[in-house]
């Protein structure tokens, strides 16, 4: 994939130092998440049989029936007894599928605080469409809310099939957003990197597709300027601001591929809950959760203060239009492999 347009190298020695501090605190979190696994009992394959392709997580019954016939990794019967993790693991299938990461305040604070603001100044359009993404869990009805989605390929909405054009979105056309892309160039490029490790197949045929795109887009400016700007192998990116994000699961993605989410703001008691697994972690400000969004049921509590979750996410139509190569589940044994190629 070409160097974004607006990724100049470092030449001032304090800047340096704190982006060489940040790498080394994302690849100590790393190899500390490497080594701590926690494991379920039963086979995702199984898991996600019993998933209808439209699954969002919402049908209480079923939910119940899931958890009866697939035991959580905490057996606690009330999600007040569950205890919260606080560092750095992931968890896997009882063949050691990986399900999810966990790195808890990733970002240094001087990251956190540059991310946060310029992510405080964006204008997001205050939809309302009858998404449960479009609740708000506010204190303070002067919060800026709402969501901006981030993609250089896009359907529009309704326009999914075969014979649909993939344009970039209209929010990554907005000035203030190419301007925020271009401050959140650094972050987008470390979480890649977190990202071409954990998911090495997805992230290459991603970056590869990207190219492709590009070679072919030169009839569609957007998508070209679009392209200048965008630091990651996934096909969108979701700015989402003080919002409610209640039990769900993700539907548009891949079953086999993470999502990356940032959590980022100035708040107190962020947790977020993963009902399938009787699993909850502390999600403070900077930490990043890589997780099969497609198939494990999650969420995050309400929060006393301003957040916003940066969701780097795959939209499976949108990559198999790019093609994106169909992801698999991956294990510890294949990262290790593929490092070492």
Partial sequence: ????????????????????????????????????????SWDVWDY?????????????ELEKKLLTRFPPIHSKRFEKDIPYQDKPCHITDRHGHILLWYLPQLFTETTREFIWEHTSN??????????????LHLDDESKVTG???LSPSWFSQGHEGPGESLHAS?????????????????????????????????????????????????????????????ATPFTGLSVIMNRETITHQDVKGYRESFDLLLTIGNYTGGRLHLPGLRFSLIYDP??????????LQHGVCR??????CLAHFWHHKVGERLGVMKPGWVTIDDLTRKMLE
């Fill in 1 to 40: 994939m070409t160097t974004p347009r607006y990724f100049q190298p470092v030449h001032d020695l304090s800047e340096y130092m704190k982006c060489r501090a940040q790498v080394e605190k994302a690849i100590n979190l790393l190899q500390e998440a490497w080594s701590c696994p926690y494991q379920t």
């Fill in 48 to 60: 996600v049989a019993e998933l209808s392709p439209r699954q969002s997580g919402s049908n209480k």
């Fill in 122 to 135: 964006l204008h997001p359009k205050k939809k309302s469409q009858g998404n449960w993404r479009d609740h």
């Fill in 147 to 149: 969501i901006i989605n």
């Fill in 170 to 230: 209209s929010d990554i056309q907005h000035q203030d957003n190419v301007t925020y892309l271009t401050y959140l160039v650094f972050t987008n490029v470390l979480l890649a990197a977190i990202y071409s490790i954990i998911q090495p197949d997805m992230f290459e045929s991603g970056l590869t597709s990207f190219d492709q795109l590009a070679a072919h887009a030169k009839l569609d400016r957007s998508i070209v300027n679009a392209l200048e700007l965008w």
């Fill in 286 to 295: 900077g930490t990043v959760v890589a997780l099969a969004g497609n198939v």
């Fill in 303 to 308: 929060v006393t203060g301003d957040r916003a």
